[in-house]
T-cell receptor, first 118, second 112 residues
């Protein structure tokens, strides 16, 4: 029944390391998103993608990059991890369309990846 | 000022109580309003959504939107311990991007 899978639930990395967070969805959704969730700040959009090899910056893209080589997989990359990137990272996917009335615009989230950068 | 404001709580109520969760927003262009529920160590899941103003009821849950006041609410009747979770409001411009703006979430604890 699992629809959006984030491969790593808990990671601990050191400052300066390169970090890959993987997300796979099995619902054939075109849209995929990466959010980070922090206490008092809620969910903030990092990057999103509407199609294979396509990406767009969200509200807080600095320090992150993404890759979408296949429709079902959307990877978040921290080129050089820093302590302020310690957070819960949530991947989501959705169908495009005319909005909720058509069944679109409903984000299905993964369980999250909690990253600690020391 | 944040686009969406939500009281973080925590809100602690006895089983059976009526719970009211609220969000205010500043962008009058928002068209879709959603409530997501997030259990501990899980990702958020869509609970309810409404389009424009009005009420929507689903079992013990009622979502209300007042666009003139830029205020949305989620009411939970006969609250249960299983309702204990963080509730996030979310809004969308419906500009074809599927981008959602989330509130910070309200943590709810329903005790037996």
């Amino acid at each position: 029944d699992v629809k959006v899978t984030q491969s790593s639930r808990y990671l601990v990395k050191r400052t300066g390391e390169k970090v890959f967070l993987e997300c796979v969805q099995d619902m054939d959704h075109e849209n995929m998103f990466w959010y980070r969730q922090d206490p008092g700040l809620g969910l903030r959009l990092i990057y999103f993608s509407y199609d294979v090899k396509m990406k767009e910056k969200g509200d807080i893209p600095e320090g992150y990059s993404v890759s979408r080589e296949k429709k079902e997989r959307f990877s978040l990359i921290l080129e050089s991890a820093s302590t302020n990137q310690t957070s819960m990272y949530l991947c989501a996917s959705s169908l495009p369309g005319q909005g909720l009335l058509s069944g679109a615009n409903v984000l299905t989230f993964g369980a999250g990846s909690r990253l600690t950068v020391l | 000022q944040k686009e969406v404001e939500q009281d973080p709580g925590p809100l602690s109520v006895p089983e059976g109580a009526i719970v009211s969760l609220n969000c205010t927003y500043s962008n009058s262009a928002f068209q879709y309003f959603m409530w997501y529920r997030q259990y501990s160590r899980k990702g958020p899941e869509l609970l309810m959504y409404t389009y424009s103003s009005g009420n929507k009821e689903d079992g013990r849950f009622t979502a209300q939107v007042d666009k003139s006041s830029k205020y949305i609410s989620l009411f939970i009747r006969d609250s249960q311990p299983s309702d204990s979770a963080t509730y996030l409001c979310a809004m969308s411009l419906m500009d074809g991007t599927d981008k959602l703006i989330f509130g910070t979430g309200t943590r709810l604890q329903v005790f037996p």
